[in-house]
Structure formats: structure tokens, C-alpha cells
């Protein structure tokens, strides 16, 4: 099934005709994908800070941001400009190369695992065979940032907060591992790719949440928690820890924060609806209505036709769950923290154990339906 | 392609200046905290020489596992026991200097004769298999090699006993190294309700 644009392909072609050597372009071609996507995550936050605001006042009756832009959509940008031309404060008993290099660890393991995040075919940056576990490595990089930074900030609740971010995403990361375990046995791969064509059968009745149901809730839960989004934004906990491991920051430096939770929102989101939703997947697979339409799938028009239709379908898809995620945090309390950890370890990582056992048992009972 | 191996030569050196410096670093630093964050540094530039030999999923594992879990740990015992004390000054330091520095060298000397006497160059380029290494790492660990692993395992859960043991001491009446009666006051009871026995 091997379809699709192929702009790498295109593009070098394009620029040979202009009497470049292959490599050369193969250079030139490189940036682009990363600067594309480092854009859309970008933009990403912005429109989620946007609706943060405006879900947040409707959920309390306000109005919310309205000046700026209409109904205010320029306002997440002049958050950025504000926290861009603030101060840039380093506390005088602070340490600084660790307070510096804080918000950096946190912010780069996020942004890398951007890498193989699929909008389409083959419209991501690279489809490394590791995939999926790139990415649970890749976050488990940043309780370091975390503790980097409570510590080097010298203060009593940055280091609370900074311990508590660490154990937090460090007791979520297994179960949140063993649900993607399970999903990685049914797909016989670890590749992003892999798991999105595995789902791709019958539109939405192929997709993953029917048959790892279970396993769809424990990952949207870890999700919530290694984000820290409310139900167990613990680390920052502002009547208890003042703000946590960002107590002490302002300006840029907080921005990196900020902006890093906030695609690692996005980003959570995105692999749910990967994992679970069928990624670019139409809810009707997209060869059916071409066969309906009696067009041949192999069409220069068709194909850029499936491949917006995927990447809106993905985008969609991912902010319906953010839109999830900011109810949640705008309607429920928060849990304490002895509960997060019994919630954790007594519950989570019991519950996707078992979800593991079943899954690989209804694997070897029915191959066809479980991937065999 | 030159291009290609100029790229892999520079990373190659700064993976390795890295490593080196980060690892003099570990050991030579005073502040302990310093030690540990370089320790992850260093870390991640092995995880980066597996990436530049083709070793994508061991390059994950390393991050996963040293850096995610032992220098996560390593941090947090430091900083759960963050206290600033003046530590005594060791007399015969001077000996105890010049005992670690032999075994240190030692221990090079051997790895160095390894590294000569053995010999490195792949037979055939067949033997690299870039992306299927995953498939072949899990099939070796369920075959040949499915001893060590499973034996690895059993080591984890006796250290994991171990740790639930000391951590929860109201399963013993008596303190393990001193021998005396436990004081059990100190023991966080979560199940209580707080607010019913106040007295």
C-alpha cells in the first residue's frame, strides 16, 4: 500500500533539474521538514493557549481574552511577545549554569520527539524503526530538566515541586510504556507508520480504541500526568508549592516552560489519536469512497486530495483531545499526592499488566483480528 | 557520499571529547550535584555513539534505562539527602590516592590490551543490519541468551524485596544493623482518617 506524495523525492528532482548535485540537494531538503514542523508546533501552542483561555472563561461564565485580535486570538501571541522583552532574572544565590540549563532539558527532548509524528504516508521527518520508543526514551530525559532546575533554583519549593515532577512522570512513565507495549504487539512493529497502516483496515471500526479500550484510558491518564495538566498538576501546585519548579523563573526562561508543556499537550495528543484513533485515518477509508467515485487512488488530484484530508484528520483528531484535556482541568480538583502514587503503582500499572496478558492472549486466539 | 562521513566524523569527535571531558568531570568535580548531571551528559554521548553505529534501538535503551532510570535515581538520592555538612578531613589519604589510581590503571591497561588483540573490522558488510537489530536483539534475549535475562530479572526482584523490606519497617520489630527495637512512631499511617482521632 505504498502511495502517496513523496515530496523528498519531488523536491531533489526539482532541484536537480536547476544542475544541483544529489547530495547538495539532499542538504537543502533537510531543514525544511524540521523548520515545518518546528512551526506547526509553534502555532500549535498558540491555538491551544487561545482555547486554554476561552474554554476556561466559558467554563466560568466569563468572557475571556476579547481585545486583542478578534475574539481575541492574537493573545497567546502577546503573552510571547510580553515573556520575550521581560527580564531574563537569575536569583543571586542560584546556580546558574544549572538554572540556565534546566528549562533547555526540559523543552529539547519534546521538541526531538516531534520526529516521528506522521500527518500522512509519508509526511513526517524521518520514520525511524525504533518509532514509538524514541519517544518513551526521549521523555524520560526530562525529570532531569525538572530536578535540574528545582535544585539549581535554590528554594524550598522549587525543590519540592522539581522532586515531585520527577517522581510523578517516573511512576506514569511504566504503565504508559505497557499500554504502548500492548498496541506495539498487535502492530508487530514500533514504527509510527506501521501502527497507523495496521489501523487502516475498515475507517473508524479498524481502530485501535475498540480493541485496546483499556489500554486507551491507562495512556490518556499517564498522558494527563506526564504533562502535569490539572487533575495532577501536583508540581505545580500553586496553594501549596507557590508554582513549583518555576518559582523562580521569569521571562524567557519561563517561557521555555510554558511552551514545553504545552507541546508536550499537543504532542500527547497527537500519539493518542496515532495510537488509538486511527491517525490520518478517514473515519471511511479513503479507497472506498474512490471506488465509489469510480476515481483511480493513484490520481495527482486524489492524492493531494487524501493528503490534506490527513493531516486535517490528525490535527483534528488531536485537538478534540486537547479540547478533552482542558475540560478536565477546568472541571475537576486536584488529587493529593499520595493518591497520585497509589493511583499509579497500585492501580495503573496493575490494570495495563493485565491489559498486556489479555491482549497478548487474544493475539495467539485470534491472529486476525489482534495481529498475528 | 563525503559528505556523509565528514558528518559522522565530526560527531564523532565531539561524542567522544564529550564522553571524555564529562567523565574526568564525574570524578574530578567537588560538588556531587555536578557530578551526577555530567554522569547524564556522558550517558547520553554513549547513547550517541550507538546511533553513529547503527545501533538505533540500543541507543534507546540507554537513554531509557541509564539515563531515564539510574541517573534519574542517582539525582533524586541527592537530593532527597540534600544536606550541606563539612566533611572530615581523611588522614591517609595520600595512600588511599595512590591504591585507586593503580587499580584505575590497571583496569585501562587490560581494557587497552582488548582493544588491541582484538580484531574490530567487520568481515562483510552483510553483518550491519541497521534497522532489523531490534528483531534480532529480541529474538537472541527469547533464545541463546535467555539465561542471562531471565536470571537479570530475579536480580531485580531481590533488590526490589529488598528496598519494600527496609523501606517498610513495621514487618520487623528490630532495626536490621543495630539490633534495637524499632521506634514505630515514625511511620507515616496514610490509612488513619485524619480528622476521627485528633487525640
Known amino acids: ?372 | 557520499m563525503s559528505i556523509a562521513i565528514t558528518t559522522q566524523f565530526i560527531c564523532f569527535t565531539i561524542l567522544s571529547l564529550v564522553i571524555l571531558i564529562g567523565a574526568l568531570g564525574v570524578v574530578l568535580l567537588e560538588s556531587i550535584v555536578y557530578s551526577a548531571f555530567l554522569l547524564g551528559g556522558v550517558f547520553m554521548s554513549v547513547a550517541g555513539l550507538y546511533l553513529l553505529l547503527n545501533a538505533s534501538f540500543v541507543a534507546a535503551a540507554q537513554v531509557l534505562v541509564y539515563v531515564g532510570a539510574v541517573n534519574v535515581l542517582i539525582i533524586f538520592a541527592i537530593m532527597l539527602v540534600n544536606k550541606k555538612e563539612d566533611l572530615k578531613p581523611i588522614n591517609d589519604i595520600k595512600s588511599r590516592r595512590i591504591i585507586s589510581t593503580s587499580i584505575c590503571l590497571t583496569l585501562l591497561s587490560l581494557l587497552i590490551r582488548v582493544d588491541l588483540t582484538n580484531v574490530w573490522s567487520l568481515t562483510s558488510p552483510q553483518n550491519s543490519i541497521g534497522e532489523e537489530s531490534t528483531i534480532r536483539i529480541g529474538e537472541h534475549l527469547f533464545s541463546d541468551y535467555l539465561l542471562p535475562f531471565e536470571v537479570a530479572s530475579v536480580l531485580l526482584l531481590m533488590a526490589m524485596i529488598g528496598a519494600i523490606v527496609l523501606a517498610r519497617r513495621d514487618v520487623m520489630s528490630k532495626d536490621i544493623s543495630t539490633g534495637l527495637p524499632v521506634d514505630q512512631e515514625l511511620i507515616e499511617k496514610s490509612s488513619e482518617p485524619l480528622l476521627t482521632n485528633k487525640n
Not at chain 1, 142 to 167: D, E, H, V, W
Open chain 1, 1 to 372: 500500500m505504498e502511495y502517496g506524495l513523496d515530496l523528498e523525492y519531488s523536491f531533489n528532482e526539482f532541484l536537480k533539474g536547476f544542475g544541483l548535485s544529489s547530495e547538495i540537494a539532499h542538504i537543502i531538503w533537510l531543514p525544511l521538514p524540521m523548520l515545518l514542523v518546528l512551526v506547526a508546533a509553534v502555532v500549535g501552542v498558540l491555538v491551544t493557549v487561545w482555547l486554554e483561555r476561552k474554554i476556561s472563561a466559558a467554563a466560568q461564565q466569563r468572557i475571556g481574552p476579547e481585545y486583542a485580535g478578534a475574539l481575541g486570538v492574537l493573545q497567546p501571541i502577546a503573552d510571547g511577545l510580553k515573556l520575550l522583552v521581560k527580564e531574563d532574572i537569575i536569583p543571586a544565590k542560584a546556580d546558574g549554569i544549572l538554572f540556565t540549563a534546566g528549562p533547555i532539558l526540559v523543552l529539547v527532548p519534546v521538541i526531538l520527539s516531534w520526529l516521528i509524528v506522521p500527518f500522512g504516508q509519508n509526511l513526517l521527518i524521518s520514520n525511524v524503526g525504533i518509532g514509538i520508543f524514541l519517544w518513551i526514551a526521549l521523555s524520560s530525559i526530562q525529570p532531569i530538566g525538572l530536578l535540574m532546575s528545582g535544585y539549581a533554583s535554590n528554594n524550598k519549593y522549587s525543590l519540592l515541586g522539581g522532586l515531585r515532577a520527577a517522581a510523578q512522570s517516573i511512576s506514569y512513565e511504566i504503565p504508559l510504556a505497557l499500554s504502548v507495549l500492548a498496541i506495539v504487539l498487535m502492530t508487530n512493529s514500533l514504527s509510527t507508520i506501521d501502527i497507523v497502516n495496521q489501523q487502516s483496515g475498515a475507517g473508524i471500526l479498524s481502530w485501535n480504541i475498540w480493541r485496546q479500550p483499556v489500554g486507551f484510558i491507562v495512556f490518556w491518564i499517564c498522558a494527563l500526568a506526564e504533562c502535569e495538566r490539572l487533575p495532577f498538576d501536583l508540581p505545580e501546585a500553586e496553594e501549596e508549592l507557590v508554582a513549583g519548579y518555576q518559582t523562580e523563573y521569569a521571562g524567557m526562561k519561563f517561557a521555555l516552560f510554558y511552551l514545553g508543556s504545552y507541546i508536550n499537550l499537543i504532542l500527547s495528543a497527537l500519539l493518542v489519536s496515532i495510537l488509538y484513533l486511527g491517525g490520518w485515518g478517514f473515519p471511511i477509508p479513503v479507497e472506498l469512497i474512490a471506488k465509489f467515485l469510480n476515481v483511480p487512488i493513484n490520481a495527482p488530484f486524489i492524492q493531494v486530495f487524501t493528503a490534506s484530508i490527513g493531516i486535517v484528520m490528525t490535527v483534528l483528531k488531536a485537538y478534540l483531545l486537547v479540547f478533552i484535556a482542558i475540560l478536565l482541568r477546568w472541571t475537576t480538583p486536584r488529587v493529593r499526592i499520595d493518591q497520585l502514587l497509589d493511583l499509579g503503582w497500585k492501580f495503573l500499572l496493575p490494570i495495563s499488566l493485565a491489559n498486556l496478558l489479555i491482549t497478548a492472549g487474544l493475539k495467539l486466539a485470534f491472529p486476525k483480528f489482534f495481529g498475528g
